[in-house]
């Protein structure tokens, strides 16, 4: 009798080639090593926005932006202007699981961003951030029960740790525990055909402590370093457990985007301002407070690097028709293209919608995606004055130069490409209209 094909996801949230290759070459981190040392290993474009949400959400549905409708952590209410953030019920399209189980394959998947609340699907998912509340963050239900009564974390807090690397590195090791503690729950039994495990320890240490792994003379070196030897371990016996499955099998590791030192953000409302397309009806009261935007405004940004062009087919107080809009949009991304920071241009690209996305929801697009160049991050906040600064991060999501590797040595173009290898494996068509699996009740 042959035995079931499965497949293994590890994914290491935020991780860049570079950078892994050089911690690994510390000689600290050996199943890092044994991964980036292997010829199947490269780099991965994230899908646009660099966001995690855009680009968890495309690997688990195996579909760009365009389909899945995710295009930031956030929307904008085209009535009321104001922000809400989005989560996994705004998902317009089925998830490889949902396509999996709809012909009777299993999946477990824990700590998977972007995918709160939990939604019905053949296995056991545990979402990972954002996912307030861990009640309805674990699918089945009793697997959240499981997971309390072990103090299991969702998130470490980075509003405190962002400026305590302590208190940051203690709640990084609780998170790593944690995940251990899913895994060993979920794998025990083999009862599964694909897995996934997320580990995002990576991207909240680069956000807030950039410098300090990527330069071993920094002071906190050692002990972040230190911290990475524990999700070493983790890591390495995730590969165990792999090694010891009989075949067929097959493993992918990636990341979500790459990243890069932080040089400076640029507020794009705050240029916006200056080129006399934007103004604000009232004081905001915090800085996502986009109900501010007054009806004379002709375009205005939301985090990160969407613009949208305030026009009168789409929002409730728009100002353009859809000629102005068009003429806009074009002068806007020949502008944005000579933007300068220190005498260096910030953009990398300003992208059409329509170039970059395709399906139903490109209707919720915003009008242009900005891509900056490394080292630059764009914000769209409502409340800020200054063009250019910092503002307590010190590192920040790249497009380009996110880890893969995968053992059949596939080189996916994007996350959603990668979403697709999992589909083939097992003799999904990527493409198909498989409905989503639903639980059947008597």
Known sequence: MRTRPRFLVLGLDGLPLTLARDLAATGRLPALASLCQSPNARDIDAELPELSPVNWTSFFTAAGPGNHGIFAFTEIDPVSYALSMVDATAVACPTIFDRLGARGLTSKVINLPAAYPARPLRGALVAGFVAPLLSRA?????????????????????????????????????????????????????????????????????????????????????????????????????????????????????????????????????????????SLKDHPAHEWDSRVVAHGSAAFALDPGRIYLHAKERFARGVLHEHAARDLRERLRGDLMELTFEGQPVMEAVHRA??????????????????????????????????????????????????????????????????????TFFGVTPTDDTPAWTLKTT
Request: with cysteine; proline share 6%; glycine share 8%.
């Open 138 to 278: 674990a699918y089945p239900p009793e697997l959240a029960e499981l997971l309390a009564k072990t103090d299991y974390l969702i998130e470490a807090d980075t509003t405190r740790g962002a400026a305590d690397p302590d208190y940051l590195l203690a709640q990084l090791a609780i998170t790593l525990k944690s995940r251990e503690t899913a895994l060993d729950l979920l794998f025990s039994g083999h009862d599964f055909d694909l897995f996934v495990l997320v580990l995002t320890e990576t991207d909240r240490i680069l956000h807030f402590f950039y410098p300090a792994l990527a330069d071993p003379g920094h002071p906190l070196f050692g002990p972040f370093l230190e911290l990475l030897t524990r999700w070493d371990r983790l890591i390495g016996k995730y590969l165990d457990m792999y090694d010891s499955l009989p075949e067929p099998k097959r493993l992918m590791v990636l990341a979500d985007h790459g990243f890069a030192e932080l040089r400076t953000e640029i507020d794009l409302n705050v240029w916006l301002a200056q080129q006399g397309l934007l």
């Open 354 to 423: 329509e170039d970059i996305y395709d399906g139903p929801m490109l209707r919720r697009a915003p009008d242009l995606v900005c891509v900056a160049r490394p080292g630059y991050c764009l914000t769209g906040k409502f409340d800020r004055t200054a063009l250019f600064g910092r503002f307590g991060r010190f590192g920040c999501h790249a497009a380009h130069g996110g880890f893969f590797y995968d053992s059949t040595g596939a080189a996916p173009a994007r996350l959603r490409d990668a979403g697709r290898e999992i589909l």
